[in-house]
């Protein structure tokens, strides 16, 4: 279902016509600004889609290497069509991630991970392709107690009968409880604005 939806909206997700993808823009900054409290060279966005993220971070500094990965073939159609020197764009499963040990100093996930159906698997693929000390920044979705009942017994299913393949939000808690058993540390974990949640941890 997430393939289907995102194959539609691949040739609108940077456009004013965007909807409720726009969104996504409001996690660029906080990205960004963890970004910059250290340095790094290899990068993987999960859940890349057209690459709007990649292609800001590509245009502050060129020399990193950087790598989109998402599930969708058409988004990463979309995104190789910029031509973006020194970026790879990968289709594949965020659950699995399909790179060597150690690969990365950062993996960035914005706004995609409530589409995955097996949400530790990711937790494990990240702490694998990390390097030592490495980050994962991660924004998506969350909301107090009642309001998280609400979206993912109400709003999601709902949101599915039109096509939308959102599968779950989480909890501080359980985001934490994903992070300890996959061997992660936690350097932040906050409940943000718009039902944002932010995190930052560590291998």
């Not at 393939?3 to 823009?25: H, P």
């Not at 060279?41 to 800001?56: K, V």
């Not at 998402?70 to 965020?94: F, H, Q, Y």
């Not at 061997?183 to 930052?200: Q, T």
Request: a negative charge; glycine letters at 6%.
């Amino acid at each position: 279902m997430t393939i289907k939806e995102f194959t539609k909206a691949a040739d609108v997700y940077e456009s004013d016509q965007a909807g409720i993808y726009e969104i996504c823009k409001d996690d660029y900054p906080y990205i960004a600004a963890e970004l910059d409290k250290e340095e790094y060279h290899d990068l993987l966005d999960c859940g890349c889609g057209t690459g709007p993220m990649i292609s800001l971070l590509h245009k502050m500094d060129s020399k990193k290497h950087y790598t989109g990965l998402d599930i969708t073939p058409r988004m990463i159609e979309v995104a190789k069509a910029k031509n973006l020197s020194g970026v790879d764009w990968v289709v594949g499963d965020c659950e699995d991630l399909p790179f060597e040990e150690n690969s990365f100093d950062v993996i960035i996930c914005s706004n995609s991970f409530h589409h995955y159906p097996n949400p530790q698997n990711f937790f494990y693929s990240v702490k694998r392709v990390l390097r030592p000390n490495g980050r994962l920044i991660l924004q998506d979705y969350t909301a107090p107690s009642i309001v998280l009942w609400f979206m993912n017994h109400t709003e999601m299913p709902i949101s599915n009968l039109f096509g939308h393949g959102d599968v779950k939000a989480y909890s501080l808690n359980e985001i934490k409880a994903f992070c300890e058993k996959a061997g992660l540390s936690i350097d932040n974990l906050e409940a943000c604005k718009k039902f944002r949640m932010h995190l930052v941890a560590r291998k």
